[in-house]
């Protein structure tokens, strides 16, 4: 059977009863290491108006696909994360809680790739394009995908291999010439302008929050967790000198930050409670 995959699909899509799990078992199960019940996930899920038959089904699956295994305590079931479920669950950790907080100095240099694929191989031509996007590349003509991160060249060269196209890729490091506008590129390589928007979106969201009861607090840090999620899949962490003035994502990340830091310890006591019952 495979193992378990980040779906980038899924961390992307809006609030569907198995991403809102995937939240759930990075949030509270990883951390504490302890199996824990059915009841409780379906008690949690039901926060966020998941019926219980659409819960138990984003377990079973969510076992399925290799993130969990279950026992049977008398008559009741709980959940353990598998060692290759809890390896994932911890870089997406370590994806989201370090993403937007990083330096944004740069040298200028671009890493270039260049490879074509015919229009008539459509599915490969659509593989190489989600999956390099989703490695934060752009792409601001056909055949020409750019970062001005030159580690990624690494990524980009294991979606080559796998995709059998590295023997007619090309690639190379070079500042940007005297022809054209670098801007102009940009925004031909990445919708900036929507990333903007998700953005803003998200402030918009969760700025004024102020939950109340325990179980509030636990919905609005998991809701927080689970909207972020998306955002290292969707903006190409561009050098400060490449962005547009008043980046909306600099605000949301220390919004994010910020609620974070202020919503974990009661949102965590109260999972604690929940799944001690």
Same mark, same amino acid.
């Not at 990624?152 to 506008?181: C, R, T, V, W």
């Not at 918009?204 to 927080?224: G, I, K, N, Y």
């Given at each position: 059977?495979?193992? %378990? ?5 899924? =961390? ?51 076992? @399925? ?13 709980? +959940? ?29 240099? +671009? ?7 015919? =229009? ?13 996007? +989703?490695?934060?590349?752009?792409? %601001?003509?056909?055949? $020409? ?7 990624? !060249? ?27 506008? !670098? ?32 179980? =509030? $607090?636990?919905? @609005? ?5 689970? !909207?972020?999620?998306?955002? %290292? ?11 547009? %003035? ?7 990340? @220390? ?23």
């Amino acid at each position: 059977m495979a193992g %378990p995959v980040v779906s980038r699909r899924r =961390e992307v899509s809006g609030g569907s009863a198995r991403s809102l799990l995937t939240t759930l078992l990075g949030e509270y199960v990883l951390p504490s290491a302890a199996p824990v019940w059915t009841s409780t996930l379906v008690d949690v899920l039901a926060l966020f108006d998941v019926e219980e038959k659409a819960a138990r089904q984003a377990l079973a699956r969510t076992a @399925a696909e290799g993130w969990l295994r279950s026992d049977r305590v008398g008559r009741r079931v709980r +959940w353990t994360l598998t060692e290759p479920g809890r390896r994932l669950l911890a870089e997406g950790a370590s994806r989201i809680y370090g993403f937007g907080s990083g330096s944004r100095e740069w040298d200028g240099q +671009w890493l270039v790739v260049l490879v074509s694929v015919p =229009e008539s191989m459509r599915d490969l031509r659509h593989k190489l394009r989600t999956r390099l996007s +989703w490695a934060g590349f752009g792409t %601001p003509t056909a055949g $020409v995908w750019i970062t001005p991160h030159p580690a990624a !060249e690494a990524d980009a060269k294991l979606i080559l291999d796998e995709l059998d196209l590295s023997s007619q890729a090309m690639s190379f490091l070079a500042g940007y010439g005297a022809l054209g506008s !670098e801007r102009s590129m940009v925004t031909s390589a990445w919708d900036l302008a929507d990333v903007g928007a998700r953005y803003q979106r998200f402030i918009d969201e969760f700025r004024d929050l102020s939950p109340a009861t325990p179980d =509030e $607090v636990l919905r @609005a840090q998991a809701m927080l967790v689970h !909207e972020w999620r998306r955002f %290292p899949f969707l903006d190409p962490q561009l050098p400060a000198a490449l962005l547009p %003035p008043k980046w909306t994502g600099t605000t949301a990340t @220390a919004l994010f930050n910020d609620l974070h830091v202020r919503w974990r310890g009661p949102a965590q006591e109260r999972w604690s409670e929940l799944a001690a019952e």
